[in-house]
């Protein structure tokens, strides 16, 4: 019986991943760390426990001429990862994954307004299609810095701090609503923005706090819509106004792909979605105008969101009675 | 109960292995049929262990790398051999029939000639 050694099966020789290129020392470095780049598929919690036993299992089962994974072994890694994020997902009740994709959410929608403050610290640079008059930087950048903190202490802190950050950002939106435009621009989004920021100090759980992996998301916000406003402008592509919202798109896009194994990320884009479309339909009871035009959008995605729940209920583990 | 399932669980049956030697004696129980992938391997392995059919049986750290070596318990065992005997009786289905029809057509001939 084999219990131990390199393989010698003929399938390993295979010249797909073997070459004569570098040294058998230099190879076999670069298949570890290729096969520690699989590994990433499984969930973090996973890796800890399980990948040095599944990277030194797998570098066994690999011939020594070979640089890259076998297809095969590539293959299961992703099932097996993909297998192994589900199973993690159904440890956790419904309640805890649904709170952390609307957390997310929320804090997608605030890192909008993020990237518009930090927009408005530097408005020279930003082209005049997209100028806002009458923005000082200041408080644009105060407002930003209030605003990111809150973000970043609903993934990072304790509950007394996420609700003291919220308020804090609270009060920057609004002062710098009402130094922009007084009292009536207070109103609409600007309501919106602290509501946002309430639910995610609402939402901040008791002891510890999500895992920071989530982050990505807003990230992704503010890093594409200050490329956009500073770099290539909202007339990239020719789409106009839909330029904004390719990032959005795209996460929206990867939440499809990504339900099965988990709808978090599906529930986390339909809640920014949801909270956006929000923001005509609130300044128009608001302030009188009639602007109800994203409703049938706000129907759509409440439609959506109704499936992709019920999906994240299957995924969680039963509530704990 | 799918192959690689049968033929991890049968690895085990002499005594406990760690991956990389399951992987091998499955590969060779089944006569080179099943060849596992690292990734379907631990799968299977975590599968297994929470329903309890594998266990961990030691740890040691080889080239700066953990190991662990795997058994069967008691319940996995019989679980395996269960599994065998149904395979057996589905196999005896057809064996036992080509064999009487092997029988009855040997009678033929022979009343026959």
């Known amino acids: 019986m084999a219990t131990g050694g390199g393989p010698s099966g003929s399938e390993d020789r295979d010249p797909a991943g073997a070459d004569r290129g570098p040294a058998p020392a230099d190879r076999r470095t670069l298949l570890e760390r290729r096969s520690r780049w699989l590994l990433r598929l499984y969930p973090a919690a996973y890796r800890d426990g399980r990948g040095e036993e599944i990277v030194g299992t797998l570098l066994e089962a690999t011939s020594e001429d070979r640089r890259w994974p076998r297809l095969r072994d590539v293959r299961a890694l ?50 005049p299609s997209v100028r806002v008059p009458g923005w000082t930087s200041a408080i644009a950048a105060v407002t930003a810095l209030l605003v990111a903190a809150a973000i970043l202490l609903a993934w990072t ?9 919220a308020v804090a950002a609270s009060v920057g939106v609004v002062a710098f609503a009402f130094v ?54 909202y007339e990239w592509l020719g789409l106009g106004i839909l330029t904004p919202a390719l990032p959005l798109f795209a996460m929206a896009a990867l939440g499809v792909l990504w339900v099965v194994v988990d709808a ?3 529930v986390a884009v339909l809640t920014y979605l949801a909270v956006t479309a929000l923001q005509l339909p609130v300044m128009a009871i608001l302030t009188g105008y009639w602007g109800l035009s994203s409703l049938p959008f706000l129907g759509v995605v409440l439609a959506i969101s109704a499936p992709a729940v019920w999906l994240l209920q299957r995924q969680s583990a039963p509530a704990v009675s | 109960m799918r192959e690689p399932t049968y033929f991890v669980l049968a690895a ?3 005594k406990p292995l760690h991956g990389y030697a399951i992987i091998k004696r499955a590969e060779e129980l089944s006569g080179g049929r099943v060849r596992l992938a690292t990734g379907t391997l631990y799968t299977a392995l975590d599968r297994l262990t929470d329903e309890g059919h594998v266990r961990l049986v030691s740890e040691e750290v080889v080239a700066g ?32 029939a080509a064999a009487s029809t092997r029988s009855s057509r040997l009678g033929r001939q022979t009343r026959t000639a």
């Open chain 1, 264 to 266: 978090r990320l599906m």
């Open chain 2, 65 to 96: 790398r953990i190991r662990r070596s795997y058994g069967l318990t008691d319940d996995g065992a019989d679980v395996l051999r269960a599994e065998a005997q149904r395979m057996a009786a589905a196999a005896q289905i057809v064996t036992g």
């Open chain 1, 78 to 127: 992703a099932v097996g990862g993909l297998k192994a994020r589900a199973v993690q997902n159904r440890q956790r009740t419904v309640r805890a994954n649904l709170r952390v994709a609307v957390m997310a959410g929320l804090a997608m929608y605030l890192s909008y307004w993020l990237a518009v403050y930090v927009a408005g610290i530097f408005p020279q640079f930003t082209p």
């Open chain 1, 180 to 233: 922009i435009g007084g009292p009536a621009a207070i109103l609409g989004p600007r309501l919106l923005q602290v509501l946002a920021l309430v639910g995610l100090a609402a939402l901040a759980p008791r002891a510890g706090h999500p895992s920071r992996h989530w982050l990505w998301l807003p990230g992704v916000i503010v890093a594409s819509m200050l490329l956009l406003v500073y770099g290539v402008g």
């Open chain 1, 157 to 165: 802190a304790p509950r007394i701090a996420v609700l003291a950050g």
């Open chain 2, 12 to 14: 085990l049956l002499d």
